[in-house]
């Protein structure tokens, strides 16, 4: 069951296109990531959504209701923004209880409502606090219980965890996670971080330039990239992305991207007749390749070391490989020389292929 | 070591010139008003007489021949600050809010209204003194409280509007757009949430317009007569059926000094950091 559908929403800032033609349906209950760079137009769509911004053209539905004319407060939308945005002459409890207030609920009912949402957010010792005197995990937390406590149809959050310290952040993405589960919230998340999206969400909608890229569960997205901007945005570290080209030779079909061949035989019969002779874009991730620093079994591309990063606990290995640098993910945290020669083992299956002009995937 | 002592000696004696060249009219304003009638013309002047409080009994008390005027002038001046400022900053605030918060309610945007705003204080004030003395006098308003108060705010809310509105621009935009979101009217937006972010915007609008009011002599002069006169005017034109009222003219002034600088200590801290907030954006 749909709760939250947008259809043909476009908006334009004088010659910028923000949203192209939005065409967005959110189930009831489910985590939705709106994921892309900025000036993608998350934030935008998640402001005509809440009713900060007027579509050009375009029609909101929030269940059965058509929710596009109305102003924001009848909306039954929440909202957490990047910046907490808290009432800050007000103490928590007041922030908490002033959507409710505006509801003219019964001062027994706002109570009890205030009182459960702190207790699930574990913040029921600062209601008696003002915004300044909480740290940045804490106003969070507030902002979040704001939304919350109105349980409305929809919870909007436009990334926010931007403003938060790395050690809060994986924190705050449980918190999210358990809001959504428990409390069966509908929730739609803007976000330009793909750990976000692989960590939280169950439907991924890709944005770039206004437009929605993909929109699938997070799994589907990952896996099968419908066009490079996917592929190399969702997923950390980023896809290799290599220019090649087909080329057959007898009943081999081989892919040359100048500096290294693959034989692509095995995966002859999937491969479209039209994607031979056309310029195309090998997609690598980094953990599909086997790093090695002693020669393995074939299929493998040899290179050189030319610099280890690490990551948290993790090992990202540049790797040239004849003129081009590939992104190999090692999971432990290993410093090899630059220089050393390393070679890499992949399997067929696990590439992406894309063609290089439309940047559709083929395969 | 040596070349410091002097800067700080030339520091000091310029400094000192100054504060002399600034003080000695406040000065010799307070010891006027405390001399005698004998004291107050006399050559060589008296520099610090002893002091006799008679004038300033007359004005604050029953008794004397200038009683009345110089205390109901008080009071008038105080009615007509008052009122001025209340209605500046009601009104100032309320279309402040609207300028900064809705500007797409407001024609244009908003944009040309500040600039002819502005330009509303830029004519000399005499320029519609003139019209407004035929207005008022057609009204039968000359020489009420409410003529001043109208002429006034007439001159002062442009300025409290402009004003305000920075305090308003100032309020980070989500913190009112989460308002809207949680229900807020646009006018309990403005009463709850925008009103209280921008209370040291307010302070200083009441500070600057109680002042403005306070001080002003033209208009003053021109819309009053008999029954309204603020001490402004009072001060320039005391006579009494003896003398010029000099004495008694220099302790009004010292009472009229007072509210100004009283208001601005009371409200020193605010206004302090309210005039820096509205100005570093």
Redesign the interface.
Known sequence: MPTLSTSGVTKQYGKKLALENVNLSVDAGSFTCLLGPTGAGKTTLLRIIAGLEKPDSGAIHLGDRDITGLPPGERKVGMVFQTFALYPHMTVYQNLASPLTNMKLSKDEIDKRVKETSAFLRMDKLLQRKPRELSGGEQQRVAIGRALVRRADLCLLDEPLTNLDFKIRSDMRFEFRRMKDQLQQTILYATPDPEDALAMADKVAVMNNGRIEQYDAMTSVYSHPSNVFVASYFGQPAMNLIDCVFKEEKDKLVLDAQSFTIDFTPLKSSIPREAVGSKLVLGARPMHLQLSTQKPDPPFLNGKVYLSEVLGSVTVVHVTVGDVLLRVFVSAVRRIPSGTPVWLSYELERFHLFDAQTGKAIR | MRANLVVRFVFIVVAAVVLIWTLFPVYWLAVTGVKTQTDVLTRPPVWLPNPDWHFYRDLLTAGGIATGSGFFSLIDSLIISSGTTLLCVIFGAMAAYVLSVFPGNVPTGGKSMAYTILTFRMFPPIVPTIPLFWLFYTLGLLDTHASLIIAFTTFNLPFAIYLMKTFFDDI?R??L?????????PF?LFWK?AL??AIPGLVSVSALCFVFSWNEFLMSLILTATKVRPYTVLLATWMTSMEIAWAHRAALAVIGIIPPILLVWILRERLVRGMTLGAVR
Do not use: F, N, T
């Open positions: 980070p989500p913190i757009e989460a308002a809207l979101v949680d229900g807020y009217s309990k949430i209280r972010l």
